[in-house]
């Protein structure tokens, strides 16, 4: 069999990687546009701030079928011959899966067409890598755009020493995430950190002089700068599958199975719209990846294809933002919300207790609460006898355990992005990988926006504790703590 990936990104490493494993005689081509060897796109904020090494965000290179072509623009597919064009080459497929990912959202205001010097988007490596430059001699940047790219950049940038400038078009930042009261909050914490947040703000034009990014007008007034950052969302990229014939509709369309219209040719990740819409998230995409690869390996059964589920971590420095699940703002009636509101503090915690599980909490603040509030949701039976308990986490008077690492269940997801649970973990240590790179190397767990690697370190220092890696394991003391689910 052989199969043209398009797009290198972290879907299609992803998928051409799981396919060498599953189908390790498949002929795999992947076929990338960008200049390097594939890598992790949600670093890139983690770049920018200096809290990571460029060389920290390759991806493992994907087993031995697989022949990765960079610098390599697909620009024409032939459906009827098979045929994938790049300037250089041809490419022959038996099956092609499109994985072109998305670009970053252009804005249509006055000074921004052509793009100015100074203007630019984050969306690649070659974007990071501009920012980064830009910011050695800038005197003040704008970040257009509070979602969590636009937060985790502006971060970045005043990290790294710019004043910035936050333009949010909504009355509060993050406010897809967040409702308003812990958005506040956030707006709040941002000030604190020393930017200048501009909320309800409406972005009229980008100033500039002999081409260059001189400021912004906004409705408010006009703010100088000479680094302007566009963080105002992204669209998949589809040009190539409507060039071919496909059905696009705000992605390419695919069915429950990732095929497109044509049964030859799948779609995945952030370029693909499935039945429950586009994704825009790494998890997501990554679950496409494996539940593809599986059934073009003739595996099964294939786990269902999903899109994102409703939770958010920002990655920002100084700023700890997470949220999942159901907000107290869209609670039924019936559902229990509590909450503990510190702005002056930078805290805002909130949980929304259904019947006898966690749906769902908003956690501002603080991120040791959120890593075990994480650990709690659609968890049926596990709440303290109070649920106020639950605001209070590990360090509160009556905490419960049931988020630690010793009375987890087993089958509790530790990292999203992977769907790595906890069981995962304890396999892999058992089989020899007793040291969090060991075991984010064989299960995956940490690898994405690492996010979980508070918790994955927790479980390896239990696991550190009942299973020394120098001693016999001790069956008995592992039976006693890890419930079976
Ligand atoms: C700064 C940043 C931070 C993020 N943080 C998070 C986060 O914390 N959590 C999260 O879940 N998600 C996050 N995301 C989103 C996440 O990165 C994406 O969901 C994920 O990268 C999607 O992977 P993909 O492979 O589908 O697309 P992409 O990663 O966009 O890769 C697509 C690739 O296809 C290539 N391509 C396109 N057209 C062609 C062509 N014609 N020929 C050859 N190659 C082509 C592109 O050059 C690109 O390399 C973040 C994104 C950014 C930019």
Same mark, same amino acid.
């Given at each position: 069999?052989?199969?043209?990936?398009?797009?290198?990104?972290?879907?299609?490493?992803?998928?051409?990687?799981?396919?060498?494993?599953?189908?390790?005689?498949?002929?795999?081509?992947?076929?990338?546009?960008?200049?390097?060897?594939?890598?992790?796109?949600?670093?890139?904020?983690?770049?920018?701030?200096?809290?990571?090494?460029?060389?920290?965000?390759?991806?493992?290179?994907?087993?031995?079928?697989?022949?990765?072509?960079?610098?390599?623009?697909?620009?024409?597919?032939?459906?009827?011959?098979?045929?994938?064009?790049?300037?250089? !080459?041809?490419?022959?497929?038996?099956?092609?899966?499109?994985?072109?990912?998305?670009?970053?959202?252009?804005?249509?205001?006055?000074?921004?067409?052509?793009?100015?010097?100074?203007?630019?988007? $984050?969306?690649?490596?070659?974007?990071?890598?501009?920012?980064?430059?830009?910011?050695?001699?800038?005197?003040?940047?704008?970040?257009?755009?509070?979602?969590? $790219?636009?937060?985790?950049?502006?971060?970045?940038?005043?990290?790294?020493?710019?004043?910035?400038?936050?333009?949010?078009?909504?009355?509060?930042?993050?406010?897809?995430?967040?409702?308003?009261?812990?958005?506040?909050?956030? &707006?709040?914490?941002?000030?604190?950190?020393?930017?200048?947040?501009?909320?309800?703000?409406?972005?009229?034009?980008?100033?500039?002089?002999?081409?260059?990014?001189?400021?912004?007008? $906004?409705?408010?007034?006009?703010?100088?700068?000479?680094?302007?950052?566009?963080?105002?969302?992204?669209?998949?990229?589809?040009?190539?599958?409507?060039?071919?014939?496909?059905?696009?509709?705000?992605?390419?369309?695919?069915?429950?199975?990732?095929?497109?219209?044509?049964?030859?040719?799948?779609?995945?990740?952030?370029?693909?719209?499935?039945?429950?819409?586009?994704?825009?998230?790494?998890?997501?995409?990554?679950?496409?990846?494996?539940?593809?690869? !599986?059934?073009?390996?003739?595996?099964?059964?294939?786990?269902?294809?999903?899109?994102?589920?409703?939770?958010?971590?920002?990655?920002?420095?100084?700023?700890?933002?997470?949220?999942?699940?159901?907000?107290?703002?869209?609670?039924?009636?019936?559902?229990?919300?509590?909450?503990?509101?510190?702005?002056?503090?930078?805290?805002?915690?909130?949980?929304?207790?259904?019947?006898?599980?966690?749906?769902?909490?908003?956690?501002?603040?603080?991120?040791?609460?959120?890593?075990?509030?994480?650990?709690?949701?659609?968890?049926?039976?596990?709440?303290?006898?109070?649920?106020?308990?639950?605001?209070?986490?590990?360090?509160?008077?009556?905490?419960?355990?049931?988020?630690?690492?010793?009375?987890?269940?087993?089958?509790?997801?530790?990292?999203?992005?992977?769907?790595?649970?906890?069981?995962?973990?304890?396999?892999?240590?058992?089989?020899?990988?007793?040291?969090?790179?060991?075991?984010?190397?064989?299960?995956?767990?940490?690898?994405?926006? &690492?996010?979980? !690697?508070?918790?994955?370190?927790?479980?390896?220092?239990?696991?550190?504790?009942?299973?020394?890696?120098?001693?016999?394991?001790?069956?008995?003391?592992?039976?006693?703590?890890?419930?079976?689910?």
């Amino acid at each position: 069999m052989r199969v043209v990936v398009v797009g290198a990104g972290m879907v299609g490493h992803r998928f051409a990687d799981d396919l060498a494993r599953f189908a390790p005689h498949a002929e795999v081509d992947l076929v990338g546009a960008e200049p390097h060897a594939p890598y992790n796109r949600v670093l890139l904020t983690e770049l920018l701030a200096g809290r990571v090494e460029p060389g920290a965000l390759t991806l493992p290179r994907p087993g031995a079928p697989v022949r990765v072509w960079a610098g390599a623009e697909a620009l024409h597919v032939d459906r009827e011959r098979r045929v994938v064009a790049t300037a250089e !080459r041809t490419f022959t497929y038996d099956h092609l899966v499109l994985a072109t990912g998305a670009r970053a959202r252009r804005l249509r205001v006055d000074g921004l067409d052509p793009m100015p010097r100074g203007a630019h988007v $984050l969306r690649s490596l070659h974007d990071a890598r501009a920012v980064d430059a830009a910011t050695e001699h800038a005197r003040r940047a704008v970040v257009v755009g509070s979602g969590p $790219l636009g937060l985790e950049a502006a971060c970045a940038l005043a990290h790294r020493g710019v004043p910035v400038t936050l333009v949010s078009a909504s009355a509060t930042v993050l406010a897809r995430d967040l409702d308003p009261v812990a958005g506040g909050v956030v &707006g709040r914490s941002l000030r604190g950190l020393g930017l200048d947040v501009r909320e309800a703000a409406v972005l009229e034009a980008v100033e500039t002089v002999d081409g260059r990014v001189a400021g912004v007008r $906004l409705d408010s007034g006009t703010v100088e700068a000479d680094l302007l950052l566009l963080a105002c969302g992204s669209e998949p990229e589809t040009r190539l599958a409507r060039a071919a014939g496909l059905v696009v509709d705000g992605g390419v369309v695919v069915d429950a199975d990732l095929a497109t219209d044509d049964p030859r040719v799948s779609a995945i990740g952030d370029c693909a719209r499935t039945p429950g819409g586009t994704s825009g998230l790494v998890g997501p995409g990554w679950q496409q990846a494996t539940a593809l690869a !599986r059934r073009l390996a003739g595996a099964s059964p294939a786990p269902a294809s999903v899109v994102g589920g409703a939770a958010m971590r920002l990655k920002a420095v100084g700023l700890d933002v997470v949220t999942e699940g159901v907000r107290g703002s869209v609670a039924e009636p019936d559902d229990r919300v509590l909450a503990v509101h510190d702005p002056s503090a930078g805290r805002h915690v909130e949980v929304v207790v259904r019947g006898d599980e966690l749906a769902g909490f908003t956690c501002v603040g603080d991120g040791d609460l959120a890593a075990h509030l994480s650990t709690q949701v659609a968890r049926p039976g596990v709440l303290p006898p109070d649920p106020l308990q639950l605001l209070l986490g590990t360090s509160g008077a009556a905490p419960t355990t049931s988020g630690s690492p010793t009375t987890m269940p087993a089958a509790t997801t530790v990292c999203r992005c992977n769907g790595v649970t906890k069981g995962d973990l304890v396999d892999a240590w058992e089989d020899g990988c007793t040291s969090v790179s060991a075991l984010a190397d064989r299960t995956r767990a940490t690898t994405g926006c &690492g996010g979980c !690697r508070r918790l994955v370190q927790g479980v390896a220092q239990w696991l550190e504790q009942v299973d020394p890696p120098a001693s016999q394991p001790d069956p008995g003391a592992r039976e006693r703590s890890v419930p079976a689910t």
